[in-house]
């Protein structure tokens, strides 16, 4: 399957995340399209696209619009989750830093959509540049009459505020976004009511992601059809993949929903030197881990639930035989627990614990007990947690198991960096493969 | 009149049509209203499901998991305490599901695995919702291995309460208090993940007059009170069901002790009144019940207090009294239980032959006294807590909720936050008027009867909707013509009152009928009928009873004349009323003073004769909170000797020739065959208003924690309370020259504190009543609403 | 470096405060970036800082520590000039993010989450940055410094210390720490034109997709 550059198309011009930039290859097209006609039917085309959010979750987008309640006489909010923070995922950074412009577009045309007057970018604080290419996209599309009151003259409203969090996974939560945002603690809130109902302030709030967002300008620009020729049925449309780890060219690669992660290896080189898959991720430490016998499965929604893991975020984490499971594994949770909000016990407790025994397996400490113990905990977290962050501290352990429990039972005896010499993992100068 | 309700009466209106849903848990069908959560429903057939953070008056936030149940159909276990039931639901706990089964055990065993194994050592060991839940639904044995998390040893949030970190279980419940209930969100989770914590802003303390409630609502040992911490175990304690002495807000408590002392006092459940909370006064305040006790019967020999026999104590009083003929009073003081109140009532009337009586032991008028008969008195649960809930509006009157009837506070505060518009006419916008986000109707102390007869038309307009109320405080009588606005405003607009006083007995004397003027029953001594009825109660020739004598502050200069000889007193503090100087100079000159009281006092240090009364744990009562609901109470110590009041007048009538029963059975079974009153009423009262100096007037009240005598010898709850300053305007004081001290002054003297400017209407200053620093009638010689001078000062108190 | 630390919230900086309590439908909103902007005045969020977000937005000390210490970026101890971040997240970490931060912290004398030995720099294990193709990454001041190794991490701690211009290999030039902050609390600064922020693997599709990039 061919690469298929559509929002990443420009990004060689270093004047793209300049309004001029981004207009001298058609940008603002399809918000001066949209503002002529209705909200509805705006709508309706995003519906009609099939158009999946890429935060992970996979939800149709025009469903999500449409549980907007309409001419209720409240404030409507967009909020754009760039949160980005998962492990793996790096593909809305990019777009931000790259592209600003087509995050800007579509928080517009979605605005409008969704009868919102105010729209807030919440970007992950720790990356700076981020903030400010975002930041300078608004204020040269408000100076430029984009953004503000009577956009291009069609009567439309809207304020657009660039937001800055300050280190929290969790704030990838949409309803811990809506919290932090609103100047909390980033602790997820009961659903229902559901943001659509009852979100930003209490009043119907989309969520959506950075990378969805961005696909809108050109769905609205260049038709339904046009963007159901790529993908699947129920995964239609194109994704940044962003592939890392120990491949050749480790970087950003646009392509169609339903690519294999072995096309998508090949197009990044390949793995480096003498070196091959051990076990790979399609989209994020919060989806189960695959083998070289997964890299042909088309990387849809679909085939990857059916694979018993998830496409995520579509960020391919690619780890080669010189990696220790165990270590990785400890990692993930290692993070999770710096990540665990702490509202409910299951996330909060479970990840301390578990840490502390992987840590042990780490150290070549664990004992058999101690596995069978480590899966009866994260099946205490997984679906008992309150949120999903939850379920995704849940998934690594198991997952590895599935194929790796050989690594564990080793680690019973033998530490992880005696089984894998690190040093072999580098992927700078000094590195032994 | 009865004194045990009928919880309908309460329940003014029909109940609203419910919509009903069938759902099936653990097997059994059951209906229950649509929106009930799982959690509330299972209750409703026996089935208790665990629980932490789920409180019934806190806002569900299925953080702990402990709940965890399977719903048929529903993928995943749901949290009990936050789902709603809908139609046709089949619900199956732990005790018919497996899947319940393991996600609760699988929590439990979460909770545990950092959790201390101190329970010996444990203040809530033997009580503690985590230990029970733990067996019941707990794995026998912990699997973790691993290292406990462990935080410093504890540390206070404020004075009274410490926290030892590692018990908690991040429950929030604290928090939601503090933030839902309280409206105090002082005290917060900090930090994240495995090191979230409760904690304060740095250096300041979790600053609440509800703070004891996060105690009694934790459900592992992390809160702890500084007062009973490793005093004692639960199980070594004797439970009692009491009812606060400390205000008219009566809370229904629970009295635990050991060895014939409290230990401890907690919030016991009324969700009429207190729901299931209560103020750190009436939890913490009762060291003065073993301290400080008047303990034998003293008489004055030589000009000197000697201990007696009771048989000699009884007959130089009853010579005493019958010296001194009709010319006699009684001042009953606010704190008698309705028993005690209604034995001084007809003590006055049948042994003394007088009408000189009042209850009132602070400021108060004779527009107050008709007030009273006319709008108050006989009228009980006219108006009610759940009246206030349910109001559109409510407007208060020199009343300040948050000091001065803090369940009524909270009650405010619940409406408030579900849609009732409070206004505040007050010279002061207090903290608590920001905690009701009240309507500040802005005045200068003095005039708030001026200002009541122009509210504006917004104001007036909210308070015509069908259920509003206009809630009046105790300190209205310190206003000349202000009650007199109140019962225009409320007859003009249809507002029901609440009148709401301090003290625990001032609704039940009143009822008693302890006061000039009004027999039980909100009776009119003057009306014929009232008098046949009562002389019948009593037993005795209606002619006989006497016709209206002097309220409180007549009878004191009466006594100051000499026209009154000998006077009955009963828990009297002279500091506590306006007239207090010239009460104790007219005691010095009185022919006999008999004093009932529990603790020495100016007034005990002047009696002839003193007889020592119990205190609340040592006797049974009633006490009638502001609604006039009556909350009775057994003796937490059955055996103690000490009498109650009724007691000691029961003995003196008998040592008197006459006859009265000091039995707590006996006296509510003579009170409760009292008719209701359906005659006459008096009417209401037109004192006109009184223009006021131009100059600085006095605003104060008394603040929650203060002086007061029975908050005496408790160290932890008095470092909580708020700083003595005076407050005053940012125009006033910038017209002082902003000085850091200010001096106020009165007649008898001057007042020197820290200033604060507060939102406090130009030319008013405010002052505590009665705390440390700030005793306005003894230092001051004025009261609210009177004129002050008010100079900077370079520092220093006074 | 030509920002001087300085520790005091003056008028300019709580009008800062109060300008973006102004951006939102309900002020507190603003103060995530209020405390950002409380570093970057402080180059800490101290008892001061927290006062003074109470405050302008009308909330108790104690919520708004309760936010602070939420976040892990806010800081409760001087940060010193620059902050250092080592990702140590699995993808990080085991390719070189390990071996990196060992050698940064000796570099330092700094340990995880505190200060260098003369105070200068502040150094973290951070998580994830979402640059998982640029592996291993660091982070000065936040600003992306890509594909490190402990070598040329080192050179970067030297070059800064020596007060050589460094540049953030996405981004501008390094200023400081509360500089930095100052850009997050105010969501902007002057620098978007500055840096480039596109590389090589950001544009590894495009390259292939464009066939002119087999390297």
Redesign the interface.
């Known amino acids: 399957m061919?690469?298929?550059?559509v929002i990443?198309?420009f990004?060689?011009d270093?004047s793209?995340?300049?309004l001029d930039g981004y207009r001298s290859h058609g940008g603002y097209q399809a918000l001066a399209k949209a503002l002529k006609d209705t909200p509805d039917n705006i709508i309706a085309t995003v519906k009609d696209s099939g158009l999946r959010g890429r935060g992970g979750a996979g939800f149709p987008t025009g469903l999500k619009w449409s549980f907007v309640p309409q001419n209720d006489g409240k404030?409507h909010y967009l909020v754009v989750n760039a949160d980005?923070?998962?492990?793996?995922?790096?593909k809305?950074?990019?777009i931000m830093?790259?592209n600003p412009h087509a995050l800007v577009e579509g928080v517009i045309i979605t605005s409008f959509a969704i009868r919102a007057n105010?729209a807030f970018i919440y970007i992950?604080?720790?990356?700076?540049?981020?903030?400010?290419?975002v930041?300078?996209a608004v204020?040269q599309a408000r100076e430029a009459g984009l953004i503000g009151t009577n956009i291009l003259g069609s009567g439309f409203d809207l304020e657009v505020?660039?937001?800055?969090?300050?280190?929290?996974?969790i704030c990838g939560e949409e309803t811990a976004l809506l919290d932090?945002?609103?100047?909390?603690?980033?602790q997820p809130r009961?659903k229902p009511p559901f943001p659509a109902v009852a979100g930003l302030?209490a009043s119907p709030t989309v969520i959506n992601n950075v990378e969805t967002i961005a696909n809108i300008p050109y769905i609205v620009d260049r038709g339904v059809d046009w963007f159901r020729q790529f993908g699947t049925e129920k995964s239609p449309g194109f994704k940044v993949?962003?592939?890392?780890?120990?491949v050749k060219?480790?970087?950003?690669?646009?392509?169609p929903l339903g690519i294999t992660m072995r096309e998508l290896l090949d197009?990044?080189g390949g793995m480096r030197d003498g070196s091959e898959v051990k076990f790979w991720i399609p989209g994020g430490?919060s989806v189960p881990m695959l083998t070289p016998e997964h890299l042909d499965l088309p990387l849809t929604y679909e085939a990857m639930a059916e694979a018993g893991t998830m496409l995520g975020t579509g960020?391919p984490?690619v780890?080669d035989q010189t990696?220790?499971v165990v270590?990785?594994v400890t990692?993930?949770l290692e993070?999770y627990?710096?990540?665990?909000?702490?509202?409910?016990?299951?996330c909060?407790?479970?990840?301390?614990?578990i840490t502390?025994?992987l840590e042990k397996f780490e150290h070549g400490h664990g004992t058999e007990t101690e596995m069978d113990?480590l899966t009866?905990l994260c099946?205490?977290i997984a679906?008992?947690?309150?949120c999903a962050l939850g379920d995704a501290a849940a998934t690594p352990y198991p997952g590895a198991m599935k194929y790796f429990s050989d690594e564990f039972k080793a680690a019973t005896h033998t530490s992880a960096d005696e089984q894998f010499d690190?040093?072999k993992?580098?992927?700078?100068?000094?590195?032994r493969v | 009149m009865t004194i045990t309700n009928d919880p309908q009466t309460s329940n003014a209106g029909v109940a609203p049509a419910v919509d009903l849903v069938n759902v099936v848990i653990d097997g059994v069908e059951m209906a229950v209203p649509k929106g009930t959560l799982v959690i509330r429903a299972a209750e409703q057939i026996g089935i208790e499901i665990p629980r932490f953070c789920d409180h019934p008056l806190l806002e569900?936030?299925?953080?702990?998991?402990?709940c965890?149940i399977e719903i048929d159909g529903v993928?995943?276990?749901q949290p009990a305490c936050?789902q709603a039931v809908s139609d046709g639901m089949v619900i199956k706990t732990q005790h018919s599901s497996e899947v319940a089964r393991v996600?609760q055990e699988?929590?439990m065993?979460?909770?545990l695995?950092?959790h201390p194994l101190d329970c010996p050592i444990c203040d809530k060991g033997g009580e503690c919702p985590l230990q029970n839940q733990a067996m019941s639904v707990g794995r026998p044995e912990s699997?973790?291995e691993?290292?406990k998390?462990t935080f410093p040893k504890p540390i206070n949030i404020n004075a009274q309460i410490l926290l030892d970190r590692e018990r908690c279980?991040?429950c929030a419940r604290c928090t939601r208090f503090a933030d839902q209930i309280a409206g105090d969100p002082s005290l917060e989770?900090l930090?994240?993940?495995?090191?979230?914590q409760v904690g304060t802003a740095d250096d300041q303390p979790f600053d609440s007059y509800f703070s004891g409630n996060t105690i009694q609502i934790c459900p592992v040992g992390a809160l702890t009170s500084a007062s009973y911490r490793f005093r004692a175990r639960p199980f070594d304690l004797v439970s009692v069901p009491t009812t606060c002495e400390h205000c008219a807000s009566g809370c229904s408590l629970r009295t635990d002790y050991r060895r014939g002392v409290v230990t401890r006092r907690l919030a016991w459940d009324d969700p009429e009144v207190n729901e299931e909370w209560n103020c750190d006064k009436g939890r913490f305040a009762f060291a003065y019940q073993s301290n400080g006790r008047v303990e034998l019967p003293l008489v004055r020999e030589n000009g000197e207090l000697r201990p007696a026999s009771w048989p000699e104590a009884m007959s130089v009083a009853a010579a005493g009294l019958e010296a001194a003929g009709s010319s006699t009073g009684v001042l009953v003081g606010g704190r008698a239980t309705v028993e005690d109140a209604y034995a001084y009532s007809k003590f006055a009337r049948t042994v003394l032959n007088t009408d000189n009586i009042d209850f009132r032991a602070r400021a108060l008028s004779l527009e107050e006294s008709q007030f009273l008969a006319a709008e108050v008195a006989g009228r009980t649960l006219h108006t009610t807590y759940r009246n206030i809930e349910q109001a559109p509006a409510a407007l208060l009157i020199a009343f300040e909720p948050e000091d001065e009837s803090p369940i009524v506070f909270l009650r405010l505060r619940k409406a408030a936050e579900a849609g009732t518009k409070v206004h505040t006419l007050s010279p002061v916008y207090s903290l608590g008027s920001e905690k009701l986000a009240a309507n500040w109707i802005s005045v200068k102390a003095g005039t708030e009867a001026q200002a009541l007869s122009n509210l504006d038309a917004a104001v007036r307009d909210s308070l015509s909707q069908p259920g509003a109320v206009v809630v009046v405080g105790e300190r209205a009588a310190s206003v000349p013509g202000l009650l007199s606005s109140v019962s225009r405003l409320a007859e003009s607009t249809g507002a029901k009152i609440a009148w709401i006083p301090r003290r625990a007995g001032e609704r039940g004397a009143l009822e008693m009928g302890a006061i000039a003027g009004l027999l039980p029953g909100g009776r009119p001594i003057s009306d014929s009928d009232a008098r046949a009825q009562i002389a019948t109660v009593w037993n005795v020739d209606a002619d006989s009873l006497p016709h209206a004598g002097l309220s409180g502050a007549e009878l004191i200069s009466a006594i100051s004349r000499g026209s009154i000889k000998a006077v009955v007193t009963a828990g009297v503090q002279p500091s506590d009323m306006p007239q207090g100087a010239e009460l104790i100079e007219a005691l010095n000159t009185a022919d006999f003073v008999v004093a009932l009281d529990n603790h020495h006092s100016d007034i005990t240090e002047r009696a002839h004769v003193v007889f020592p009364v119990a205190v609340v744990t040592e006797k049974a009562g009633t006490f009638m909170d502001w609604e006039g609901r009556s909350k009775p109470f057994a003796a937490a110590f059955r055996d103690a000797l000490t009498l109650s009041d009724a007691g000691v007048l029961a003995m003196l009538a008998s040592a008197m020739d006459s006859s009265l029963s000091g039995d707590t059975n006996t006296l509510r079974k003579e009170i409760a065959s009292i008719p209701t009153w359906n005659g006459g009423r008096a009417d209401i009262p037109t004192t006109n208003a009184e223009s006021v100096d131009a100059g600085p007037t006095l605003a104060t009240w008394r603040l929650l924690l203060d002086s007061g005598l029975m908050q005496e010898d408790e160290p932890h709850l008095a470092a909580t309370a708020r700083p003595s300053v005076v407050l005053i305007s940012e125009n006033d004081h910038v017209a002082l020259g902003t000085p850091a001290f200010i001096a106020v002054s009165g007649p008898s003297g001057s007042i020197t504190l820290p200033a604060e400017v507060g939102m406090v209407a130009d030319g008013s200053v405010w002052l505590p009543m009665n705390s440390p620093g700030s005793h306005i009638y003894t230092q001051l010689g004025a009261g609210m609403g009177e004129a002050v001078t008010v100079a900077a000062t370079t520092g220093g108190a006074a | 470096m030509t920002i001087e630390i300085s520790r005091g919230i003056t008028e300019a900086t709580r009008n800062e405060m109060r300008e973006l309590a102004a951006?939102?439908?309900?002020p507190?909103?603003?103060?995530?970036?209020m405390?950002?902007v409380v570093q970057s005045a402080q180059d800490e969020v101290t008892t001061e800082g927290i006062a003074a977000c109470a405050e302008i937005?009308e909330i108790t000390q104690a919520e708004v520590t309760?936010?602070a210490t939420?976040?892990?970026?806010?800081k409760f101890s001087p940060v010193g000039k620059h902050h250092i971040?080592v990702c140590?997240?699995?993808?990080c970490?085991?390719?070189?993010g390990?071996?990196v931060y060992e050698k940064v912290a000796e570099r330092l004398g700094a340990t995880h989450n505190g200060p260098s030995a003369d105070g200068n720099f502040w150094l973290e294990r951070?998580?994830?940055?979402?640059?998982?193709?640029?592996?291993?990454v660091m982070?000065v001041?936040?600003?992306?410094m890509d594909?490190v190794?402990?070598e040329s991490a080192v050179g970067v701690i030297d070059a800064l210390a020596a007060g050589e211009e460094v540049w953030?290999t996405?981004?501008?030039k390094i200023r400081d720490f509360q500089a930095?902050e100052h850009?997050?609390?105010m969501?902007?600064?002057e620098?978007?034109?500055e840096?480039?922020?596109?590389d090589?693997?950001?544009?590894?599709?495009?390259?292939?997709?464009?066939g002119s990039n087999n390297?």
């Not at chain 1, 505020?161 to 996974?169: E, K, L, R």
């Not at chain 2, 930090?191 to 979230?196: H, N, S, Y």
């Not at chain 3, 140590?88 to 993808?91: A, V």
Request: net charge positive.
């Open positions: 061919k690469l298929t550059p990443t198309e990004w060689d270093p793209l995340y300049t404030p980005e923070s998962e492990p793996g995922a790096c809305d950074i990019p830093m790259a105010h992950r604080g720790e990356v700076p540049e981020a903030i400010r290419k930041a300078y204020k505020t660039v937001h800055a969090g300050a280190g929290a996974y932090s945002l609103e100047g909390y603690r980033g009961l302030y993949f962003a592939v890392s780890g120990h060219r480790p970087g950003i690669y646009e392509a197009y990044a430490s960020t984490m780890f990696v220790s270590k990785a990692r993930w993070f627990k710096h990540e665990s909000c702490g509202k409910c016990t299951p909060r407790e479970g990840t301390y614990w502390g025994v113990t009866t099946g205490q679906g008992r947690s309150f690190p040093v993992s580098y992927v700078f100068s000094g590195a | 569900p936030v299925a953080a702990c998991r402990a965890l993928p995943k276990p936050a996600a699988g929590v065993e979460f909770l695995a950092n699997r973790f691993g290292e998390r279980v991040s989770l930090e994240r993940g495995a090191k979230q | 951006r939102y439908p309900n507190r909103s603003a103060l995530l970036p405390l950002h937005l309760a936010v939420f976040y892990t970026m806010y971040g140590i997240n699995t993808m970490g085991l390719l070189g390990d071996a951070i998580e994830c940055q979402a640059a998982c193709t640029h592996a291993p982070t001041d936040w600003e992306f594909d190794t402990p953030s996405r981004g501008p930095t850009t997050l609390g969501a902007s600064d620098l978007a034109t840096g480039n922020s596109v090589a693997k950001m544009l590894a599709g495009l390259m292939v997709a464009k390297s």
